[in-house]
């Protein structure tokens, strides 16, 4: 391999180690926004977000999930949404819970 070989790949490698470290900086911030009961936290993510002081205490996802439902058929009950804008709020609703707590499945 030629010169320009080994700088390709060292570049290439370059790359992949400062995505690494941008997606572990992003997963370290949304530890010390929100933290939820359950939730995956690789722990190079959660030793960097302790470095900015203590972990805020794990939430339960089900009760920001469930009031966020609530208010939703609240505000279509009371006449506030119709039925396209209640099932885009509730889509959001299910992509909330979908992010914050995913379904874990066994493969054979």
Known sequence: MGKSGVTA????AALIALVYAALICAH?????????????EPRA???????????PEPGAAEDRLARAE????????????D??????????????EAEERPLRTFRR
């Open 45 to 55: 993510a959660r030793w960097l977000a302790a470095r900015f002081g203590p972990l």
């Open 70 to 81: 609530r208010r939703t058929t609240d505000r279509l009950l009371r006449g506030e949404l």
């Open 83 to 96: 039925p396209a804008e209640y099932r885009a709020a509730m889509a959001e609703v299910a992509a909330l």
């Open 9 to 12: 790949v060292l570049t290439v």
């Open 28 to 40: 370290a911030a949304a530890i010390r926004r929100r933290r939820l009961r359950g939730a995956y």
